[in-house]
């Protein structure tokens, strides 16, 4: 059906834009989002026009904050993903894959965890990253800060061993936990009350460029990025009253994505021979409507 064909299409491109990090084939991704022969430089050279026809556009509704750590919304931690990472990603086998982080080791008695960091990462403020990063982060949601509490309940310290080494230890063994790692890592004295106004600086691949009209704002891509500039050119970030209308942009072509956890798709299947179907991916769950 032309809208299955239409959504295929908008899926192929949201792989290439979003799933930079987190599966076995990120080697081969990186040739179809980065530019081999494009210099990596950490110097913004020229005026960013708000006009970018290489770009896809987002959704979001109950918008509060651009902060992922304080935001009540999905949505908004959906988009916030092309601007944050996390230490580790899940592949289809709940395996941890390093992002930010470059390699770890666990503790014989599975109760602590040594994490080895990129050190060619930097924040879209061309700061470096470094270990205190993380544990202003882990710091932040151990002490309820935000709202990633139920993802560390089983972490009781964050130590820094030098500037680009963790320590983290845990209330009790467990076989896998790593996979508890998976939350964005903010910049130190990165505020954490609820505020519309926060600017996002992250570690993506695109950085936060600002408000472009009422209800829209723009990302760019980041010239900081330690993979290279991404070849998608910019994100536009539509805030929407709710969910039905987050889900008729999409229907509609206007936005390029579309969360099927944050709505059920049975409500707005046409009453016929409809089949639903749910694509599954590591970091969030596309769906297409077929009929």
Not at 249 to 263: E, H, P, Q, R, T
Request: charged share 20%.
């Amino acid at each position: 059906a032309k809208l299955m064909k239409k959504f295929i299409s908008v899926l192929a491109i949201l792989i290439v834009a979003i799933s930079l990090c987190g599966c076995e084939v990120i080697d081969n991704l990186k040739g179809k989002i980065f530019s081999e022969d494009e210099p990596k430089t950490n110097v913004i050279t020229e005026e960013v026009s708000t006009d970018v026809a290489n770009a896809i556009h987002v959704s979001v509704y109950d918008f509060d904050t651009f902060n992922p750590l304080t935001t009540n919304s999905q949505s908004v931690k959906d988009a916030m993903k092309f601007v944050y990472e996390p230490l580790f990603t899940l592949d289809e086998q709940i395996t941890p894959v390093p992002v930010l982080a470059d390699s770890y080791t666990i503790a014989e008695d599975g109760k602590s965890v040594t994490v080895k960091l990129k050190q060619n990462a930097a924040w879209h403020d061309g700061t470096a990253f470094t270990a205190a990063d993380v544990r202003y982060t882990l710091n932040n949601i151990i002490n309820g800060k935000t709202t990633y509490a139920g993802a560390v309940s089983q972490i009781s310290e964050c130590r820094v061993i030098d500037n680009y080494t963790i320590s983290i230890s845990l209330r009790h063994s467990m076989p896998n936990p790593v996979a508890l790692f998976t939350f964005p890592i903010v910049k130190k004295n990165t505020p954490m009350e609820v505020n519309q106004r926060y600017m996002p600086i992250g570690t993506g691949p695109f950085s936060y460029y600002g408000k472009i009209s009422i209800d829209r704002y723009m990302l760019v891509a980041s010239d900081y990025y330690y993979m290279g500039k991404a070849k998608l050119s910019g994100v536009y970030i539509d805030v929407v009253p709710d969910n039905h209308r987050y889900f008729t942009m999409f229907n509609s072509g206007n936005s390029d994505v579309c969360n099927a956890k944050l709505i059920s798709g049975f409500d707005y299947t046409p009453k016929a021979n409809v089949r639903v179907n749910d694509y599954v991916s590591d970091e969030l769950i596309y769906m297409g409507i077929n009929h």
